[in-house]
T-cell receptor, first 116, second 112 residues
């Protein structure tokens, strides 16, 4: 199936640990994103990569480090996890948007991170 | 930064009725708007989009209306069905860049 996939779907961990979430898209898209959705369903962009290069980096603690080994993958590594990191993290992808053109973002199923 | 908000956090409608979900945005420079549907346990799914040079766009059972004067966006769902129950997000994007700004979301419940 063509899609955006994320692993794991659920992640429960202790404060202070380091964890990674993986994302893969087989849609041939050039741009990938990470979003954080809080308990009130607010969806906020964290990072955006285009062809393996970082193009958007919102105000995110440097404990969060995205890594893109190739344009089909964008992994999210989180160091020293804190209680406030508990949220659902969504990966998304889109075709590169040139000036004057717009492309929808396709979202993965999400990873629910719970920090205890 | 931009701010995209929704007027109503929850909405309940009877099956078969029409639903209207509203959204206000604050950045007058935004020129692309999207509605997403998020079902429980899933990622957001694209429904319909509209560019700022339009004021109305129709899809299958859905219509998006854009009022740039008051910076207001709405999603109309005709003959609402139980499968329409979900959280609906509006999002805006500026002229440049791939960055979408999402609103808080409205939870739509369809009563059989």
């Amino acid at each position: 199936d063509t899609a955006v996939s994320q692993t794991p779907k659920y992640l429960v961990t202790q404060m202070g640990n380091d964890k990674s979430i993986k994302c893969e898209q087989n849609l041939g898209h050039d741009t990938m994103y990470w979003y954080k959705q809080d308990s009130k369903k607010f969806l906020k962009i964290m990072f955006s990569y285009n062809n393996k290069e970082l193009i958007i980096n919102e105000t995110v603690p440097n404990r969060f480090s995205p890594k893109s080994p190739d344009k089909a993958h964008l992994n999210l590594h989180i160091n020293s996890l804190e209680l406030g990191d508990s949220a659902v993290y969504f990966c998304a992808s889109s075709q590169e948007r040139g000036r004057g053109s717009y492309n929808e973002q396709f979202f993965g199923p999400g990873t629910r991170l719970t920090v205890l | 930064g931009e701010s995209v908000g929704l007027h109503l956090p929850t909405l309940s409608v009877q099956e078969g009725d029409n639903s209207i979900i509203n959204c206000a945005y604050s950045n007058s420079a935004s020129d692309y708007f999207i509605w997403y549907k998020q079902e429980s346990g899933k990622g957001p799914q694209f429904i319909i989009d509209i560019r700022s040079n339009m004021d109305k766009r129709q899809g299958q059972r859905v219509t998006v209306l854009l009022n740039k004067t008051v910076k207001h966006l709405s999603l109309q769902i005709a003959a609402t069905q139980p499968g329409d129950s979900a959280v609906y997000f509006c999002a805006e994007a500026p002229w440049t860049g791939n960055q979408f700004y999402f609103g808080t979301g409205t939870s739509l419940t369809v009563i059989p």
